[in-house]
T-cell receptor, first 113, second 114 residues
Framework: AQTVTQSQPEMSVQEAETVTLSCTYDTSESNYYLFWYKQPPSRQMILVIRQEAYKQQNATENRFSVNFQKAAKSFSLKISDSQLGDTAMYFCAFMNTGNQFYFGTGTSLTVIP | DGGITQSPKYLFRKEGQNVTLSCEQNLNHDAMYWYRQDPGQGLRLIYYSQIVNDFQKGDIAEGYSVSREKKESFPLTVTSAQKNPTAFYLC?????????????FGPGTRLTVT
């Protein structure tokens, strides 16, 4: 079974600064997909960024980027120029070729004004 | 607008009663999922369905039941056998064979059983 580990239950960052959230996963598959989801206080899950395992290039979406290290099975999220609206729970997720999803336990991020 | 709807947003029930949570999507997605979210435990998969009239148990299926009679609908019944049903429930869907594979989520239902 695949597992996803987020080792930072809580983090904080000053507004406009950069923060990195960690995620590691365990799988024996070679082709899979990785995601970061954001859950603000409204509790609506929002996709932040996705990465296909077969792509070596790290995905970026505006202020959000990932550092995907396939050999190390690591998938960290970097948030640049942090904004107050970035305050949320962030979940790392893994999807296998059978379309099954596995989520980490989340990192609660607080952006401090 | 395409999306996933869950109703109601808050649901209260007495212990011993079955309760059904609604999930509807108009995204034409093949797969649908039910998750339970508790503090500090992330999302745990209850049931999922990849096609109509077929579904599989997830990691915590005991005390829950589902049906998938229509592509658009995937209701979840929380039975009286579920030991600790109070939680936040999220429904999601995804598309097979699409260029993007992410799950789309509904707004969730907060169930409180007393």
């Amino acid at each position: 079974a695949q597992t996803v580990t987020q080792s930072q239950p809580e983090m904080s960052v000053q507004e406009a600064e950069t923060v990195t959230l960690s995620c590691t996963y365990d799988t024996s598959e070679s082709n899979y997909y990785l995601f970061w989801y954001k859950q603000p206080p409204s509790r609506q899950m929002i996709l932040v960024i996705r990465q296909e395992a077969y792509k070596q290039q790290n995905a970026t979406e505006n202020r959000f980027s990932v550092n995907f290290q396939k050999a190390a099975k690591s998938f960290s999220l970097k948030i640049s120029d942090s904004q107050l609206g970035d305050t949320a729970m962030y979940f790392c997720a893994f999807m296998n070729t059978g379309n099954q999803f596995y989520f980490g336990t989340g990192t609660s991020l607080t952006v401090i004004p | 607008d395409g999306g996933i709807t869950q109703s109601p947003k808050y649901l209260f029930r007495k212990e011993g009663q079955n309760v059904t949570l609604s999930c509807e999507q108009n995204l034409n997605h093949d797969a649908m999922y039910w998750y339970r979210q508790d503090p500090g435990q992330g999302l745990r998969l209850i049931y999922y369905s990849q096609i109509v009239n077929d579904f599989q148990k997830g990691d915590i299926a005991e005390g829950y039941s589902v049906s998938r009679e229509k592509k658009e609908s995937f209701p979840l019944t929380v039975t009286s056998a579920q030991k600790n049903p109070t939680a936040f429930y999220l429904c999601a869907s995804s598309m097979y064979g699409a260029r993007t594979y992410e799950q789309y989520f509904g707004p969730g239902t907060r169930l409180t059983v007393t």
